[in-house]
C-alpha cells in the first residue's frame, strides 16, 4: 500500500469516527445552552457548508440566524428549515463586503435578540477549480474572505453578551492556508515566522502582507513574490484568517470570567459543494462537524487561538 493510500484509508476511518461522533446526543451537563437563551450567526448559510452548520446548530436546540447576500436564497434555504425540519431558524441579509450592511445587521441582533452567543463566518469566494490558478478576481477573494470575516469580528465582538460559557468565534479556514504546511507554503521564512508568532503578530502586518500580494497581483510579479503555489489567492486569504484569529484570540484572553470569548479556526476539508464544483470528498455534514462541535464545547474544554480539522488540533 502507497502512502498515498495509507493516508486516504486513515482519513476514511476518521470521517467514520466523526459521523458515529455526531449521532451522539450531548448529555445533560454538556448542553449548556437552550433555544431562548442562546443565539448562533452563520454567515454565508443559504447552502453548502454555512447551510449545514446551520442545521446542525438548530438541530442542537438554538436559535439560527442564518444570512445570506441574496434575500430569495436566504428564505428559501429558512423556508426549508423550518418547515420541512422543523427548526427554529431566523433570516437576515447580509454581505460581509459591505460595511452599511454589517452595520445593519448589527443593529437588526441587538434589537432582536439583544445580541449573540456564537459567531460562525463561513462567507467566503473562491474562483478556481481543478488546476486553475488565477488571481482575476484575487480583490475580491481577500476582500470576502479575510476583510468580510475580520469586519465581521469586530462589529460582533461589542453585540457578543456575557456568560458563564463564554461566547465563540469559529472562523471557516483552510489547510490551504498553513504558515508551516509541507506543501503550498510561504517561501519567505521570515514571512513565515512573522505570521506564525502571536506574541508580535498585529492586524496592521497581516493586512499589509495582503495588500503586499494584492499589489503584485496588480502589477503582475505576483508569481515572484513566493506566495503559495495552489489557489493561491484563496490560500492567502485564509492564510490571513488563521492570523487573525490567532491574534484576536489573544487580545481576547485578557477578558475577565463572564465576558470569554474563545476564538478558533477549522478546515472543513475539500467538501462537495459548489465552491468546489462538488467535485471534493467529503460530505457537507462532514465539513460541518468540526465547526458545530467547536461552537458548542464546555468552556473547560473550550480552546482558543487554535486551528482544527476533523476535530483535531493541527499546526497553523
Not at 33 to 51: C, H, Q
Not at 215 to 231: A, L, R
Not at 255 to 273: A, D, H, L, M
Request: hydrophobic share 35%; aromatic share 8%; with cysteine.
Amino acid at each position: 500500500m502507497t502512502n498515498k493510500e495509507k493516508a486516504r484509508e486513515r482519513r476514511e476511518k476518521r470521517m467514520q469516527e466523526i459521523s458515529l461522533l455526531r449521532t451522539i446526543p450531548y448529555s445533560g451537563h454538556q448542553r449548556w445552552w437552550s433555544s431562548e437563551n442562546v443565539v448562533a450567526v452563520v454567515t454565508g448559510s443559504n447552502r453548502g457548508i454555512g447551510l449545514e452548520i446551520a442545521r446542525q446548530l438548530a438541530s442542537h436546540g438554538l436559535t439560527v440566524v442564518l444570512t445570506a447576500r441574496n434575500v430569495d436564497a436566504g428564505l428559501e434555504a429558512v423556508t426549508s428549515l423550518r418547515h420541512q425540519e422543523g427548526l427554529k431558524v431566523d433570516f437576515h441579509q447580509l454581505d460581509v463586503t459591505d460595511a452599511s450592511s454589517i452595520k445593519e445587521f448589527g443593529r437588526w441582533i441587538k434589537q432582536t435578540f439583544g445580541g449573540l452567543d456564537i459567531l460562525v463566518n463561513n462567507a467566503g469566494v473562491n474562483y478556481n477549480l481543478g488546476s486553475d490558478n488565477s488571481v482575476e478576481f484575487a480583490e475580491t477573494v481577500v476582500s470576502t474572505n479575510y476583510h468580510g470575516t475580520k469586519n465581521m469580528i469586530k462589529a460582533m465582538i461589542p453585540l457578543m453578551r456575557p456568560s458563564p460559557q463564554g461566547a465563540r468565534i469559529v472562523n471557516v479556514s483552510s489547510r490551504l492556508g498553513r504558515v508551516y504546511g509541507r506543501r503550498n507554503r510561504l517561501a519567505n521564512v521570515e514571512l513565515r515566522d512573522q505570521l506564525s508568532n502571536p506574541d508580535s503578530l498585529t492586524e496592521d502586518f497581516i493586512d499589509r502582507t495582503v495588500s503586499t500580494f494584492i499589489n503584485q497581483v496588480k502589477d503582475g510579479t505576483w508569481e515572484s513574490g513566493g506566495w503559495p503555489q495552489t489557489f493561491t489567492d484563496y490560500s492567502i486569504s485564509k492564510l490571513a484568517v488563521n492570523a487573525y484569529t490567532r491574534m484576536i484570540a489573544k487580545e481576547l484572553l485578557t477578558r475577565q470570567e463572564g465576558e470569554k470569548i474563545y476564538v478558533n479556526s477549522f478546515c472543513p476539508g475539500w467538501v462537495k459543494t459548489a465552491m468546489t464544483g462538488f467535485a471534493g470528498n467529503t460530505s457537507p455534514e462532514d465539513a460541518a462537524d468540526t465547526g458545530v462541535w467547536l461552537s458548542l464545547a464546555l468552556s473547560q474544554e473550550a480552546v482558543t487561538g487554535k486551528f482544527f480539522a476533523e476535530r483535531r488540533e493541527i499546526n497553523f
